[in-house]
């Protein structure tokens, strides 16, 4: 069965891969770049609701954590704390795909991390196994 996945990105040249990895494993993906406009904050960072993140069975957080997100005053990992502290979406099954590690988040929802660059049946294992976790249904 088909997942709907939001992948989160800051560059989207570099996570473009996990978009075509993951469609061409059968999966809808919809893209954010970290903000709803070039120059201004993503609703996440002031607890809005996303429409993005209500549609997605699991969220694809592919941006850098500790570089400021391109055009915004905060870096990734403060969406990612933002996404993990959201009421709603911390229930929310979420693969990081990062170069470094990850800090400890708070948020109810199944975690895993695959490495940038990783392997593309890496990521679509994450993906899947995350879906079946919460069997197929939204959080």
């Given at each position: 069965m088909a997942t709907?996945?939001?992948l989160v990105?800051d560059?989207?040249?570099?996570?473009l891969?996990?978009?075509k990895v993951l469609?061409?494993?059968?999966?809808?993906?919809?893209?954010?770049?970290?903000?709803?406009?070039?120059?201004?904050?993503?609703?996440?960072m002031?607890d809005r609701?996303?429409?993005l993140?209500e549609e997605?069975?699991v969220?694809v957080?592919s941006?850098?954590?500790?570089?400021?997100?391109r055009?915004?005053p905060?870096?990734?990992?403060?969406l990612?704390r933002?996404y993990?502290?959201h009421?709603?979406?911390?229930?929310?099954p979420?693969?990081?795909?990062?170069?470094?590690?990850?800090?400890d988040l708070?948020g109810?929802?199944?975690?895993a991390?695959v490495?940038?660059f990783?392997?593309?049946?890496?990521?679509i294992?994450?993906v899947?196994?995350?879906?079946?976790?919460v069997?197929?249904?939204?959080?």
């Amino acid at each position: 069965m088909a997942t709907t996945v939001l992948l989160v990105e800051d560059t989207p040249d570099l996570s473009l891969y996990e978009a075509k990895v993951l469609e061409a494993a059968g999966h809808r993906v919809f893209r954010c770049s970290g903000a709803p406009t070039p120059h201004s904050i993503c609703p996440m960072m002031h607890d809005r609701p996303c429409a993005l993140a209500e549609e997605a069975d699991v969220i694809v957080f592919s941006c850098a954590l500790f570089a400021p997100i391109r055009g915004t005053p905060y870096r990734g990992e403060h969406l990612l704390r933002a996404y993990r502290n959201h009421p709603e979406y911390s229930r929310k099954p979420m693969l990081i795909v990062s170069v470094g590690e990850p800090p400890d988040l708070p948020g109810t929802g199944p975690i895993a991390t695959v490495r940038k660059f990783e392997d593309p049946d890496a990521i679509i294992a994450a993906v899947e196994h995350l879906s079946a976790v919460v069997g197929g249904r939204r959080s």
